[in-house]
C-alpha cells in the first residue's frame, strides 16, 4: 500500500520553530514532487510550499516566506518543511501530497489538491501560549 506519512507536529508557542518529516511506505520519494499543505479548522486546504524532484525549485505561499523552508533528503527518503518564527495563524492540520511526473522534475506542481496522487494523513501543528 502506496503511503505518505508526516511527523513532528505538535505545539509550540508563537515564535517558535518545528520540522515536519514526510516519508512514504511502499515507494520511495526520489521520483516524486512534494508538496506541504494545511487546513485551519473552518477554511480550506491550501498550499504552503512545493519542491520539485531534483530539488532544485522550491515555492512558498506569501504568508510563510522567510519563515518555511522546504527541502529533501534522497539520501533519507524524506522531504522537510522546517517551520521558523511560528505564528497562531500558523496552526492547522499539515499535509505532505506526492506527485510523479517528468514535467515536476524542475519545477513545482501547482498548489492545488488535484495536482497530487498521493496523501498523508496530516499532523497537527498548534502555535499558542
Known amino acids: 500500500q502506496l503511503q505518505l506519512v508526516e511527523s513532528g507536529g505538535g505545539l509550540v508557542q508563537p515564535g517558535g520553530s518545528l520540522r515536519l518529516s514526510c516519508a512514504a511506505s511502499?515507494?520511495?520519494?526520489?521520483?516524486?514532487?512534494i508538496g506541504w499543505f494545511r487546513q485551519a479548522p473552518g477554511k480550506e486546504r491550501e498550499g504552503v510550499s512545493c519542491?520539485?524532484?531534483?530539488?532544485?525549485?522550491?515555492k512558498y505561499a506569501g504568508p510563510v516566506k522567510g519563515r518555511f523552508t522546504i527541502s529533501r533528503d534522497n539520501a533519507k527518503d524524506k522531504v522537510y518543511l522546517q517551520m521558523n518564527g511560528l505564528k497562531p495563524e500558523d496552526t492547522a492540520v499539515y499535509y505532505c501530497?506526492?506527485?510523479?511526473?517528468?514535467?515536476?522534475?524542475?519545477?513545482?506542481?501547482?498548489?492545488?489538491?488535484?495536482?497530487?496522487?498521493?496523501w498523508g494523513q496530516g499532523t497537527q501543528v498548534t502555535v499558542s501560549s
Open positions: 511502499g515507494f520511495t520519494l526520489d521520483n516524486y514532487a
Open positions: 519542491i520539485s524532484v531534483s530539488g532544485g525549485s522550491t
Open positions: 501530497a506526492a506527485v510523479s511526473s517528468p514535467a515536476f522534475s524542475e519545477y513545482c506542481p501547482p498548489p492545488l489538491r488535484d495536482e497530487y496522487d498521493y
